[in-house]
């Protein structure tokens, strides 16, 4: 016969036993291989609703909505350590789905493959234009609502198709939607290079019904090129661009111009060019109300190198001629930044954040204009830009 | 042997931070952006300053009584019937938090990362780690807690500071532009978070070594959980921005998933914040299930807790599995808030003035 002390510990045991068989592996559990990685979401508009094959494939089936979009999704192709790849297609798979629903676009992808989509990992949501001019706000409903999606996911607006700049080959090897991610990195580098906005932001502003722009995104010739933006409203519809300099009056406004090149004329021979680096960067924005009249300033101080002066036989530490750069260099600068901003005050949109400025320096008038800030007010209120410039260096060469 | 067990100041502090410190931090964000806006994290500093008269409250109550609980004063107070309606109403209160608690975890756990696992399972594995540690008295209980403070919550403070990376100033404007009312509104929501040391004190304050300081050290508790809570609330504010934290189902969860830190080993935040949750809500709920306990084991007038705890688990988990979404979950919260300002508020001040009223005439006669 067992006594208590024995049977406790058989009984002990037993659970251990049975534990075994229930600790062994993760519920949640899926191998690598078993997610479908969508790095990029290319959204265009459907080129034609015919069937396309016996099967129509693409096509999504609703029980409400249209054959509206072309779901275009970049999965990276997992290749053996030995195997070496060519780049573009060599690299990525990509599936497409024809639909309405973005979930049930997402989910009809599953019957073509034997992993389901994961969106933790994506890098880029790309809208063709004439998606983007017929609104976004839409669509990103889905990928805001799927807890798998992260909100710094980049989104874009490409020229011509989104299909393209996914399924297009690369020079380089590597996954299309990395690829323009890894771009982004450089957006301090270069000023004409439009801002990252990612999914986070583009909520936000959708939110507050407010404007907001978006990167460009072009594929040509086996080269990728982040350049210009779109200009959204503040119902989410694309309705015009800045280029590349505009884009830098914007980035100046909205204090993220911190480095970069901009050449000029040189001002000893307007024939040749001087190109000056920006390597300090102080930028302040504000509103001023007197007397029921507003009006913003804008006051920067640039200091930076002269890196090019293509005039050789310039002595380029002249004072005369420094001070010449200097202020041809802020006049260039305050050109760029008057075009945009004058720009959006006739398209009747603000994506500066100077409603926001107005609104934290004076609440009790906002509440007045919010309604009308768009359309009637900001389109009438003067910006004084005060830029100064300052060469510090001119290279290892005088 | 059945020995008191006896709490010092430290462990006194542990207990109060750790019973507060659970699950609403992951919601708090949306209740008072919805009412405070900008001025979110002002209202989880003024709620904190309004709890700090509870502490006073309980404080001074528990005082007449010195070596008796709640449970035991409430039925001097208020008669031996009333004094039972007390309790098991004060019982009914306290179970509803691990209720909800739980319910609300165990579905951020499920969205964020244990996507493929039942509720039910995640929720019967909570509550088996509950059941286990706290049917064997307050000691190893405290004794847990002290090593998940030391080892858990710390850490968790780091990656909630980490948070500070990806912050926009411009969410914080502009200030008190609605006034001061907003701010109070968005005060009440916040009440809720700072909701256990009270309880802590009312339940636990025989066993308290050093009486006297009972109330320095639930002010510090409280400050603490006041300073983290801001922390928290703040960040969340300045990663998502008011109108956005007012409209996310868990806007902390949502904040830190945004967080990235590029070419280092932490890469990104939420895999952390969400390892160190889960130990932190764990041993949040462990005190709250033993609170519970405590309580019906003092109504019933049994010897031992033990029986209670491990019959609290299948009432716990068959109560989680009522509550049919996570907007009757939210509703019942609010319920359950009001509830607790009721009883904080309410019903304290008035069991301290018949207390007071209890002491003159016996000093009367």
């Known amino acids: 016969m067992l006594t208590r002390r024995p049977l406790r510990t058989w009984l002990l045991f037993g659970v251990m036993l049975v534990l075994n068989f229930f600790i062994t592996g993760c519920w949640d559990r899926k191998e690598i291989e078993d997610r479908g990685f969508a790095l990029g979401v290319g959204i265009d508009h459907v080129v034609t609703t015919q069937p396309k094959g016996q099967y129509d494939l693409p096509s999504v089936t609703q029980e409400f909505g249209e054959r509206k979009y072309q779901v275009t999704f970049e999965l990276p192709r997992f290749r053996k350590g030995e195997e070496k790849s060519g780049g573009g297609t060599e690299s990525h798979y990509i599936f497409m789905g024809e ?96 801002s990252l906005t990612n999914l986070g932001d583009i909520a936000e502003a959708i939110r507050g019904k407010k404007s907001f722009v978006m990167a460009e995104v072009v594929l040509e010739n086996g080269e990728i090129k982040v350049t210009k933006t779109a200009i959204f409203n503040n119902q989410g519809k694309m309705i015009g661009e ?57 006051e920067a101080d640039f200091a930076g190198n002269l890196g090019e002066n293509t005039e050789i036989d310039q002595k380029t530490l002249d004072p005369t001629f420094l001070s010449a750069v200097e202020e041809q260099l802020a006049a260039e600068l305050t050109r760029e930044v008057l075009a945009i901003y004058h720009k959006e005050q006739a398209l009747q949109v603000e994506v500066f954040d100077l409603g926001a400025l107005v609104r934290r320096q004076y609440p009790e008038y906002w509440k007045t204009i919010k309604d009308r800030w768009e359309e009637e007010i900001f389109p009438t209120v003067p910006l004084e830009v005060k830029i100064k410039v300052t060469v510090r260096r001119t290279g290892m060469i005088n | 042997m059945n020995f008191l067990p006896r709490i010092s100041l430290m462990q006194f502090f542990v207990l109060c931070f750790i019973s507060s410190f659970g699950v609403s931090m992951s919601t708090l964000p949306r209740s008072v952006a919805e009412s405070a806006k900008e001025d979110m994290w002002l209202a989880v500093v003024v709620g904190g300053v309004a709890f700090l008269f509870t502490v006073w409250a309980i404080t001074k109550l528990s005082g007449y009584f010195p070596q008796q609980t709640c449970f035991e004063y409430h039925r001097i107070l208020l008669g031996s019937v009333l004094g039972e309606v007390a309790n098991v109403l004060l019982v009914l209160l306290l179970i509803t938090v691990p209720i909800i608690s739980i319910r609300s975890f165990i579905v951020a756990l499920k969205i964020y990362l244990l996507d493929l696992t039942p509720l039910s399972i995640i929720a019967i594995t909570v509550l088996s780690f509950i059941t286990y540690a706290g049917q064997y008295g307050l000691l190893p209980i405290i004794r847990t807690l002290q090593f998940v403070f030391m080892s858990s919550h710390l850490a968790l403070l780091l990656i909630i500071l980490l948070g500070f990376l990806a912050i926009k100033p411009s969410h914080y404007f502009p200030f008190m532009a609605q006034g001061f009312m907003p701010v109070l509104k968005g005060a009440i929501p916040s009440w809720y978070s700072y909701t256990g040391p009270e309880f802590i004190i009312s339940c636990l304050y025989p066993f308290i070594t050093r009486k006297e300081k009972v109330f320095k050290s639930g002010v510090v508790a409280v400050i603490v959980l006041m300073v983290v809570y801001t922390l928290i609330i703040g960040i969340v504010q300045g990663i998502l921005g008011a109108e956005e934290s007012a409209h996310m189902l868990i806007p902390t969860v949502i904040a830190y998933r945004s967080v990235e830190i590029p070419d280092t080993f932490i890469e990104r935040l939420d895999g952390y914040f969400f390892s160190l949750w889960i130990p932190v809500f764990a041993v949040c709920m462990l005190i709250w299930v033993y609170l519970v306990a405590f309580g019906m084991k003092q109504i019933c007038r049994l010897e031992y807790s033990r029986p209670v705890v491990v019959l609290l688990g299948p009432i716990i988990l068959y109560f989680i599995n009522v509550v049919p979404s996570v907007q009757i979950g939210s509703i019942i919260s609010e319920w359950t808030n009001y509830a607790f300002i009721v009883w904080d508020i309410g019903v304290l001040p008035l069991l301290i003035v018949l207390a007071w009223w209890k002491e003159k005439r016996k000093n009367i006669c």
């Open chain 1, 99 to 194: 639909g309405e629903s973005m979930f049930q676009i997402v989910r009809a992808i599953s019957a073509k493959t034997y992993f389901s989509l994961f969106f933790e990992e994506t890098q880029v949501l790309i809208f063709s234009e004439a998606v983007a001019k017929e609104g976004i706000s839409e669509i990103l409903d889905y990928f805001l609502r799927n807890p798998g999606m992260r909100r710094k996911v980049g989104l874009f607006v490409t020229p011509g198709r989104a299909e393209d700049i996914l399924t297009g080959k690369l020079k380089v090897e590597d996954v299309n939607s990395i690829f323009v991610s890894k771009i982004l990195k450089n957006v301090n580098i270069n000023p004409r290079f439009a």
């Open chain 1, 242 to 298: 800045a280029d590349e300099q505009e884009v830098v009056g914007g980035r100046l406004i909205r204090k993220k111009l911190k480095e970069g090149v901009i050449s000029i004329a040189n001002p000893a021979n307007p024939e040749k060019l001087a190109a000056f680096e920006i390597v300090e960067a102080k930028t302040s924005v504000s509103s001023h109300l007197e007397g029921g009249r507003l009006w913003f300033t804008l």
